[in-house]
């Protein structure tokens, strides 16, 4: 069973930095795509970044192109998430999420077999 625990959630000033980690679980992880998704309080999940397992391939949602920086680490089985710039909207819970056996970059959340608990992230103005 996949496994997905975040955590670096946490306040911080806007013009501030958080770097998130997901730390992965449950099987060996090769042929795999990991990524960040995002909800406010009122409004759907949105996709943030993601990232293939193999060759690090990324995309990043443009809301956050500049500012977040998605990579991973082999080694530790850890997904990061550097988040510079942080402004008030940024302001959401953080969820890890992993698909199983794909090289596609979705940004659908539908997509994604696995999801962490979530890591609050409040930015304030």
């Known amino acids: 069973q996949v496994r997905l625990v975040e955590s670096g959630g946490g306040l911080v000033q806007a013009g501030g930095s958080l770097r998130l980690s997901c730390a992965a679980s449950?099987?060996?992880?090769?042929?795999?795509?990991m990524g960040w998704f995002r909800q406010a309080p009122g409004k759907e999940r949105e996709f943030v970044a993601s990232?293939?397992?193999?060759?690090?391939?990324?995309s990043h949602a443009d809301s956050v192109k500049g500012r977040f920086t998605i990579s991973r680490d082999n080694a530790k089985s850890t997904v990061y998430l550097q988040m510079n710039s942080l402004k008030p909207e940024d302001t959401a819970v953080y969820y890890c999420?992993?698909?199983?056996?794909?090289?596609?970059?979705?940004?659908?959340?539908?997509?994604?077999?696995?999801w962490g608990q979530g890591t609050q992230v409040t930015v304030s103005s």
């Open positions: 999420v992993a698909k199983i056996s794909s090289l596609n970059l979705y940004t659908d959340p539908r997509k994604y077999d696995y």
């Open positions: 990232i293939t397992w193999s060759r690090g391939m990324t």
């Open positions: 449950g099987r060996t992880f090769s042929r795999d795509v």
